[in-house]
């Protein structure tokens, strides 16, 4: 028999019950558990439909504890209640023809406690998972590890009840069995930890308690399997010899499988970098007789039948599928038809793929879509050749290979002069773009003006092959184009109003001046404030929305627009969800100046909201296939017998074009960086330096005035305390919410740096030196990505103690020591007794390495605009609507009063952005 055949032909396990053939579905993390962990129905077709020529499904794992779920969205098998659900999942791959095999865990310290109501995690011993925020988890008694034992045991029962052939124990990927076995994690002092033999004692434990629960409970078909992840980095950790020797032990107990869990199935060492050989080739020689007698199972980047060969041949028995199982429910059927596959999944055929909508949002199917609903594009197919303008005279060639309906290729003209930098960068961007089926995809970091000059070409490229279609189906590409919607900006608030808009059903053009993506958005820190969010729950924040309006009517010196300001407060939560449900989470919380509550979200690692939040909007933006206009600047909007009726626009090209929409999006953003205009409206500012981007002009304001908006508050210039003032760039309000403090050039703190942003900014210009230096230890660096930005570009100084800081600043030591001491006991106390902070009183100033930026204030937000009212339509200088017209973000005024709290920009553009979207496609559509 050919090796080819191998794969497809029945395989006999060592308990006698034959599979089909060689494959199964990998087990896959769904997130599509309901209400604490139950199954839903869609989670039973997506199984069904994968199931029946493939050999056995293994279902993603199930927690047998319910504090051991490990990601949101888990099914559990921690209760008799779950059995039910359980049991359909099992007759719908049973029915299919299929055997159906269940994964059981427990995440143990890898749980992080928001998913299991605040509580800590467990695990061996109370030792942290070696990753940022990581939760020390408690240590389990000896007691609770019996007692999770005969849970384990309990979820093998409940397994046989629901009907499936067989379990996999999981224990693999650093969760609780794994963490048993780890040297790093395991360090009891009892008969579970120790030596390595202790350490071997729970697996075995648990797959004693299975064998027990097969024996009462199922017959001897039922299958055994136990995965395993054959590394782990940590140090102590466990290394290939230490699971070779568990897995002898594990056989000599009897079992059916084994499961290497890897991303690979050939991958070689993560420890010894420098041995090439696969972990499988070790494997195999390494070895005994009795355990060769254990059908082995390889996982990882298999997605053709060439893979499935190559894993036979390196010794594999069976081989497990994962991602091509999602993107190709019949993916058994088609390999054996000999079809060869891409790995893609087509934006269109998430329900004819029966691809649950939480699962279509996890990364890794994510990553995996392309899109292909590009019908309105159509481009003219071929190639298309187009020069990249670098930054030097290289200019390289792109050609851009197009079908129909997307993007096929971009390849780089053959040059031996082009920088090794750029063909490196460039193969990513390219990739990117390809997987995107859009020009608008992240930059690379460390290589951004490259990429943006590549994705430039690209759109380029794109243009003109529109352009030629249009002319080969006789049409004139000068002709105006129709949308229901136009939004005018590229920010948060006008991605959020296309992204809402186009759900609603509109047909959407984003218009964007520059020649980029993101406005000034992509340049926030904070993060989003929003009161009484499940994110804040899960954490244990207590909020109300009735504090976050107070305390921003305060903030604002009372001069808030409340009807706005009461919306805004409203929808803040839902608006937290929204962005949640687009696949971008802000689940990690801080604190900025002025409010009272830790409520300004921010993403997971703690890095700055801006880049996040675009990147996320943009994916959404290319999966609804939304046009956009870049470099190109909206010049007018025609208004005619009282309706919005479209746009003017000149683009780079300066060729002007007519846009007809039924109704217009303003979201142009703020005037911060049109200096004449800050000073005609503050001229004290004359001289400021702006934290914002150029496109920061005030154009949308002008444009409405022209057809009769109404403006408001265009006095109330917002600057912000901390700029580093030779670069222009803002040093994060969550840096001092993170613990940082502010001294002045003699070393003494000065101010409350919890106050709000004009009075901290009014307290440094009142200083006799015009500056002060925003200081912070390792602790503060280590919570706050953006500390390390700052430092990569070359802001902070850094000094191992507080005197050679001071030194370096040349301030006083004695008094820089005398300050941190003391800012220190107002910690322990929780009471600053000099100028009353009370919030953010993190952590002692006390860990080295100690950091220093020094600042000042700069123009940073223009809290004046167009009048809107409550459901985001332009009103005129009489209060009256003015038909078509929509507007959020900075260029509206009133909410902010005459003071903006961090984190209540990005609040604004969110809640707004969407509500403008969809007040304006439903006008649109009406
Ligand atoms: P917000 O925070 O309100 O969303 P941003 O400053 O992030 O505002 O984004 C506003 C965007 O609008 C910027 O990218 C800016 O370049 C763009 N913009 C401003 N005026 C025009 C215009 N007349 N035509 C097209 N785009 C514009």
């Given at each position: 028999m050919s090796i080819n055949d191998r794969i497809l032909t029945p395989f006999t396990l060592p308990n006698g019950v034959e599979l089909k053939n060689r494959l199964l579905m990998a087990p896959m993390t769904t997130c599509t558990g309901i209400n604490n962990g139950m199954v839903s129905p869609e989670l039973v077709e997506y199984y069904r439909v994968r199931a029946g020529s493939i050999g056995a499904v293994i279902v993603e794992c199930c927690f047998i504890d319910d504090k051991g779920l490990a990601f949101p969205g888990a099914i559990g098998i921690d209760h008799d209640d779950k059995v039910a659900g359980l049991a359909q999942i099992a007759a719908a791959i049973k029915g299919q023809g299929s055997k159906a095999i269940l994964q059981i865990y427990h995440g143990g310290r890898m749980v992080e406690p928001e998913l299991i109501g605040g509580n800590s995690p467990v695990g061996p011993s109370a030792i942290a998972a070696p990753r940022e925020g990581a939760a020390k988890p408690l240590a389990l008694t000896g007691e609770q590890v019996d007692y999770t034992i005969y849970q384990f045991g309990e979820g093998v029962r409940r397994a046989i009840e629901a009907g499936f052939d067989g379990v996999e124990i999981h224990g693999a990927n650093t969760y609780l069995i794994q963490q048993f076995y780890s040297p790093h994690s395991n360090q009891r002092t009892d008969h579970w930890g120790g030596s390595r033999d202790n350490r071997t004692r729970f697996p075995l434990a648990v797959l004693d308690i299975t064998h027990s629960m097969a024996r009462q409970?199922?017959?001897?078909s039922f299958i055994i399997g136990y995965r395993f992840s054959p590394e782990e980095l940590e140090e102590p950790g466990i290394r290939f010899a230490d699971t070779m020797y568990l897995l002898e032990k594990l056989a000599q107990r009897g079992l059916d499988y084994l499961h290497f869990s890897m991303g690979y199935f050939l991958r070689p060492s993560i420890v010894d970098t420098q041995d090439p050989a696969p972990l499988i080739e070790k494997y195999i020689a390494m070895r005994s007789a009795e355990l060769a007698r254990v059908p082995v199972m390889g996982v990882g980047g298999v997605v053709n039948k060439t893979d499935t060969d190559m894993a036979l041949e390196h010794g594999y028995d069976l081989v497990a599928v994962g991602k091509a199982c999602i993107a190709y429910p019949d993916w058994t059927d088609r390999i054996a038809s000999q079809q060869t596959l891409e790995l893609f999944i087509d934006s269109t055929k998430r329900e004819e793929l029966t691809i649950p909508e939480p699962l279509w949002r996890f990364s890794l199917v994510d990553a995996m879509i392309r899109d292909m609903s590009l019908s309105s594009k159509k481009f003219k197919a071929g190639v298309f050749q187009e020069k990249v303008q670098t930054d030097d005279d290289s200019q390289p060639v792109i050609n851009v290979s197009l079908e129909t309906d997307r993007i096929t290729d971009v390849t780089l003209q053959p040059d031996a002069s082009l920088d090794v930098a750029f063909v490196t960068s460039f193969e990513t961007i390219r990739s990117r773009i390809l997987d995107a089926n859009s020009p608008h995809v992240d930059a690379v970091s460390g290589a951004t003006t490259q990429s943006e000059s590549v994705k430039k070409a690209v759109a380029k490229a794109l243009a003109k092959s529109c352009k030629a279609q249009i002319l080969e189906e006789g049409g004139n590409p000068a002709a105006s184009q129709n949308y229901d919607v136009v939004v005018i900006g590229s920010g948060g608030a006008g991605l959020a109003a296309a992204i809402q808009a186009s759900d609603d059903g509109a047909r959407v053009l984003v218009i964007e001046k520059m020649s980029g993506i993101g406005g000034n958005t992509i340049k926030a820190s904070a993060g989003m404030n929003a009161a009484e969010t499940r994110f804040q729950k899960l954490k244990g924040i207590v909020d109300s929305k009735e504090w976050f309006y107070q305390e921003t009517l305060k903030g604002g010196n009372y001069k808030n627009n409340t009807v706005l300001l009461n919306r805004f407060v409203e929808q803040a939560p839902l608006a937290v969800e929204w962005l949640a449900d687009r696949g971008i989470e802000l689940n990690d919380i801080t604190i900025t100046g002025g409010m009272s509550v830790d409520r300004t979200h921010r993403p997971a690692d703690g890095s700055a909201v801006g880049g996040y939040l675009i990147s996320g909007l943009v994916k959404n933006l290319n999966k609804r296939n939304i046009d956009v206009m870049l470099d190109t600047s909206v010049t007018e909007i025609l208004y005619q017998q009282g309706v919005v009726t479209g746009v003017r626009v000149l683009n780079e090209d300066q060729e002007q074009l007519t846009i007809v929409s039924k109704s217009v999006v303003v979201a142009s953003g703020g005037f911060s960086a049109n200096s004449e205009m800050v000073v005609k409206y503050r001229p004290e500012l004359a001289g400021f330096v702006t934290t914002n981007h150029k496109g920061a002009t005030g154009s949308g304001i002008a444009l409405l005035e022209q057809i009769g908006a109404g403006t408001v508050d265009m006095g109330e210039i917002q600057i912000h305390p901390t700029v580093e003032q030779t670069t222009s760039y803002l040093i994060s309000e969550s840096i001092r919410g993170g613990g940082a403090i502010l001294v002045n050039q003699n070393g003494q703190r000065f101010f409350n740096e919890m106050e709000t942003r004009d009075k901290v900014s009014a307290a440094i210009i009142n200083l006799p030196e015009k500056y002060a230096y925003i200081v912070f230890d390792e602790q503060v660096r280590l919570k706050n990505k953006a500390a390390d930005e700052y430092l990569a570009r070359g802001f902070v100084i850094s000094a191992d103690t507080p005197q050679a800081l001071a030194a370096e600043l040349n301030i006083d030591p004695q008094t820089l020591q005398a300050t941190l001491a003391r800012y220190s006991g107002f910690v322990e106390a929780q009471c600053d007794s000099d100028f009353g902070r009370s919030s953010a009183l993190r952590h002692p100033v006390n860990q080295g390495p100690f950091y220093a930026i020094r600042i000042a204030p700069g123009v940073h937000h223009t809290m004046g605009g167009v009048v809107i009212n409550a459901d985001s339509a332009v009103l005129d200088s009489q209060n009256q609507v003015i038909n078509g017209a929509f507007a959020a973000g900075e260029v509206v005024g009133g909410l902010h009063g005459n003071n903006r709290i961090g984190g209540n920009a990005v609040a604004d553009i969110i809640i707004f952005g969407i509500q403008a979207g969809n007040q304006a496609a439903s006008y649109a559509l009406r």
């Open positions: 409970y199922a017959d001897p």
